[in-house]
């Protein structure tokens, strides 16, 4: 017998034995099966770390797909390709004036509170934030260019739904609040359970909900449905 641990994701046969480890399955043209290479040995099985040999694969093939099909997504998808644009905006002189402040400085003084983003991981993620949320630095950007292109994009949808989707939660919070008026739904790391379902439902069958704002890991893969409703896709930060 073989498990599967995830889609392209199996065995390894090591003296004819058949454990269920996940391993890269290498696939070429001349060959379904080249070589596996093993990933997160269980603590039981270390003492196979080192892999000497790959034996019966045509047997692997055989019996994977005794029980499964390998079917590709050109040849069942009905939808149309995807169309890719990117938007390039220029910050206004005093959002700009902000980011560049925080790149050359790397610390923030704002009242009583002092900002520290002197690693690159703490730098990176203000960087990132500061497109969004100036707010949070100290600054209020009254002509946040962003969220003029963001607009423009909804204005020339004429009220078809848009999927948006932003890294950190401020900026979530932040782009709903801007769109209330289209009644969005949320999708992100403080939306659990039930309301999770609740608010994908609520994308999918109200009508007066034009918009849903998701962090991208959220509301990314395995979100099912929205396709069904909403063709266009936002990344917004």
């Known amino acids: ?10 065995l390894i046969i090591v003296h004819r034995i058949w454990y269920g480890l996940a391993a890269d399955v290498r696939v070429t043209q001349q060959s379904e099966y080249v070589h596996c290479v093993k990933q997160n040995m269980p603590p039981h099985l270390s003492h196979m770390a080192k892999t000497i040999n790959y034996k019966e694969l045509d047997k692997l093939h055989e019996n994977l ?21 990117e938007y390039l905006v220029d910050l206004s ?10 790149v050359e400085e790397r610390m923030l003084e704002i009242g009583d509170e002092l900002i520290d983003m002197t690693t690159a991981q703490a730098l990176y993620q203000a960087t990132q ?8 630095f100290g600054s209020e950007i009254k002509d946040n260019t ?28 932040t782009i709903c609040e801007r769109y209330k008026h289209l009644n969005p739904a949320k999708i992100n790391g403080t939306v659990t359970g039930n309301l999770r379902e609740a608010n994908k439902q609520k994308f999918i069958q109200d009508d007066t909900c034009k918009m849903i704002v998701s962090n991208p890991k959220s509301g990314g893969v395995g979100i099912d449905g929205l396709q069904d ?5 936002v990344y917004a930060e």
């Open 93 to 102: 002189p005093k959002h700009l004036a902000l980011y560049n402040q925080i």
């Open 229 to 233: 409703i909403c063709s266009h896709v």
């Open 1 to 10: 017998n073989f498990i599967t641990t995830s889609p392209l994701k199996f």
């Open 65 to 85: 797909y005794a029980q499964s099909r390998r079917v590709l997504k050109k040849d069942v998808s009905d939808l149309p390709p995807r169309i890719f644009t």
């Open 129 to 136: 934030q500061i497109l969004l949320n100036p707010e949070k």
């Open 146 to 173: 962003l969220f003029e292109t963001l607009d423009s994009i909804i204005d020339s949808l004429e009220g078809r739904k848009i999927i948006v989707y932003a890294w950190f939660n401020a900026s979530v919070e």
